[in-house]
């Protein structure tokens, strides 16, 4: 049972242009949300992070955007630039006495084309 | 350093023996998760510890595998028996554990298992 889910493998985008990840998840516990980004051979690392009770997000070039009515979040990046190219996953939590236990998405890879 | 560490990087097994994977947490983060990533798949929970005591083990399969988090020293992933089906990256992540912080959690750059 896939409780969080990517359901693009992958996404090309020009350099320059906006870059727009999509998650959808089923567990209506869920109330935190995060995304990761990981290169190859490396470990994921932490991008941004949105609670249920906020719709937006925004660090720099990244905002999170959270729709609890559709379960649905994105991420945007703009403007894209080359070192964004990497898998990105999204997460979620259902909090739980102190249990940080992240669900994670499958992942869409990124490329961005100078 | 004040990262996540993991040892091996890379650990290479015949089928029927063990592999022993170990993670150091964030110094100061006494919470530590292990998750796996086969191939082409996202990551997977295994099992969430505490000092000296397992947490949540509902992602870890029934037979085979064990972890540990002593009081002192690191946390240890055991794989008894490896089967080829058990290659993949296994990812250990650390936090503080309060629940009013942002909820991320801090991962190692994971150690590559492989099975022959």
């Known amino acids: 049972d896939q409780q969080v889910k990517q359901n693009s493998p992958s996404l090309s985008v020009q350099e320059g242009r906006i870059s727009i990840l999509n998650c959808d998840y089923t567990n209506s516990m869920f109330d935190y949300f995060l995304w990761y980004k990981k290169y190859p051979a490396e470990g994921p690392t932490f991008l941004i992070s949105?609670?249920?009770?906020?719709d937006k997000n925004e660090d720099g070039r990244f905002t999170v955007f959270l729709n609890k009515s559709a379960k649905h979040l994105s991420l945007h990046i703009v403007p894209s630039q080359p070192g964004d190219s990497a898998v990105y996953f999204c997460a979620a939590r259902a909090s739980n006495f102190g249990n940080e236990k992240l669900t994670f998405g499958t992942g869409t890879r990124l490329t961005i084309i100078p | 350093n004040a990262g996540v560490m993991q040892n091996p990087r890379h650990l290479v097994r015949r089928r029927g023996q063990e592999a022993r994977l170990r993670c150091s947490p964030v110094k100061g983060h006494s919470h530590v998760y292990w998750y796996r990533q086969l191939p082409e798949e996202g990551l997977k929970f295994m099992v969430y510890?505490?000092?000296?005591?397992?947490?949540?083990e509902s992602g870890m399969p029934k037979e085979r595998f064990s972890a540990e988090f002593p009081k002192e020293g690191p946390s240890i992933l055991r794989i008894q028996q490896v089967v080829r089906g058990d290659s993949a990256a296994y990812f250990c992540?650390?936090?503080?554990?309060?629940?009013?912080?942002?909820?991320?959690?801090?991962f190692g750059e994971g150690s590559r298992l492989t099975v022959l």
């Open positions: 949105i609670s249920s009770i906020k």
């Open positions: 510890l505490q000092k000296e005591n397992i947490i949540d």
């Open positions: 992540a650390s936090s503080l554990g309060t629940y009013a912080n942002t909820g991320e959690l801090f």
